[in-house]
């Protein structure tokens, strides 16, 4: 998503390498690498987590190279991927923070211009979600909900 509320320009990332073979300290083979994805899918991980983990333990820098999948397609394969969006979980779970600090610190006015922010963000990114239908088309984001879909 782009940088909507700041006045950066946000040009710095990552440089994928520009060979895309799999490399050579790579021992592990399509089969296994997707059983080690499900085994931390069902723990309770998210795509990006699995990514990370995988990263560090196994240097797998990308599972892409490998499978031939990126891990969120390799469980929506297999039937476990998250019912709503990793980003768009994300923020919900930080609006549903700011609101509980919103209710015991009142004066906060910045904060609560943050979660205007912030709401306004959720907002879009559903609606990008319906049109993509990722999310269901009657999905809707309500603050006083927003805590149970964190949880």
């Given at each position: 998503?782009?940088?909507m509320h700041a006045p950066g320009k946000g040009i710095s990332s990552s440089a994928l390498p520009y060979r895309r073979s799999v490399p050579n300290w790579v021992k592990l083979s399509s089969d296994?690498?997707?059983?080690?994805?499900?085994?931390?899918?069902?723990?309770?991980?998210?795509?990006s987590q699995i990514g990370v983990m995988l990263r560090d333990s196994n240097g797998i820098a990308?599972?892409?190279?490998?499978?031939g999948n990126k891990i969120l397609r390799i469980l929506k394969a297999k039937g476990l991927a998250p019912e709503i969006p990793e980003d768009l979980y994300h923020l919900i779970k930080k609006a549903v923070s700011v609101r509980k600090h919103m209710e015991k610190q009142r004066k906060d006015k910045?904060?609560?211009?943050?979660?205007?922010?912030?709401?306004s963000r959720i907002h879009r990114l559903a609606r990008y979600y319906k049109t993509k239908r990722v999310l269901p088309a009657n999905w809707k984001y309500e603050s006083?909900?927003?805590?149970?879909?964190v949880a």
């Open positions: 998503m782009v940088r296994e690498t997707k059983e080690m994805i499900y085994k931390l899918a069902k723990k309770g991980r998210t795509p990308q599972v892409r190279l490998i499978t910045d904060s609560k211009f943050r979660l205007i922010l912030i709401e006083s909900t927003a805590s149970a879909l």
